[in-house]
């Protein structure tokens, strides 16, 4: 059963930090691609960052490029988002998430390419 719980989500001051963690119970973790999105109420999610696996090419929203930074630990099966210098549209609720094609080398910022979920974790900037 696959299933990514993610964690540190909570609420900032405009210019802070937040790191947030996704941990996931999946075999093929390190294969596969892992991404974070986001999303408003009322408003289609959006994404923010992904990660290939292997040779871990990044990519990133223009809206939080500098200031978001993902990672992941595949020892550990997780996966990782520093957000930096925050402001108040970056509250939403944060979401992980498996691509659903195992050895991709390219990824995603297209949420149908993603078929595994995780909850979300809340973050709230306010200024």
């Known amino acids: 059963q696959v299933q990514l719980v993610e964690s540190g989500g909570g609420s900032v001051q405009a210019g802070g930090s937040l790191r947030l963690s996704c941990a996931a119970q999946?075999?093929?973790?390190?294969?596969?691609?892992m991404a974070w999105f986001r999303q408003v109420p009322g408003k289609e999610r959006e994404f923010v960052s992904a990660?290939?696996?292997?040779?871990?090419?990044?990519g990133s929203a223009d809206s939080v490029k500098g200031r978001f930074t993902i990672s992941r630990d595949d020892a550990k099966n997780t996966v990782y988002l520093q957000m930096n210098s925050l402001k108040p549209e970056d509250t939403a609720i944060y979401y992980c998430?498996?691509?659903?094609?195992?050895?991709?080398?390219?990824?995603?910022?297209?949420?149908?390419?993603?078929?595994?979920w995780g909850r979300g974790t809340q973050v709230t900037v306010s200024s």
């Open positions: 999946i075999r093929t973790f390190s294969s596969r691609t």
């Open positions: 998430a498996a691509d659903r094609t195992i050895y991709s080398r390219r990824w995603s910022p297209n949420r149908l390419h993603y078929e595994y």
């Open positions: 990660i290939t696996w292997g040779d871990h090419n990044i």
